[in-house]
Nanobody
């Protein structure tokens, strides 16, 4: 499984960005797709995820500003980020928690994209 992310960049506070990610390879079932981020000197943290049942989860810092959307058929996950602040500056990673096929079914396995830089200037 490979994930290809795009859409990062340098913006000013208050601007918007949209991150996109497509997963390819052998994906017959998955639990969730989402976005995580890691700022310098900090641990990687969840930003938002979309589960295969349609539910979503957001970090408190993302609620009201970010919107995640997934396409089950295309295995894509997008993150619309509005009203960005310098605190959103980080490398953003796309993730898919895939359900392994037999003989390892139904155990999950995480796959990660290479990351895309988002920098928000004040």
């Amino acid at each position: 499984v490979q994930l290809q992310a795009s859409g990062g960049g340098l913006v000013q506070a208050g601007d918007s960005l949209r991150l996109s990610c497509v997963a390819s390879g052998s994906i017959f079932s998955y639990n969730s797709m989402g976005w995580y981020r890691q700022a310098p000197g900090k641990e990687r943290e969840l930003v938002a995820t979309g589960a295969s049942d349609g539910s979503t989860k957001y970090a408190d810092s993302a609620k009201g500003r970010f919107t995640i959307s997934t396409d089950d058929a295309k295995h894509t996950v997008d993150l619309q980020m509005n009203n960005l602040t310098p605190e959103d500056t980080a490398v953003y990673y796309c993730n898919i928690e895939k359900v392994l096929e037999r003989p390892h079914w139904p155990y999950p396995k995480d796959y990660w994209g290479r990351g895309t830089q988002v920098t928000v200037s004040s």
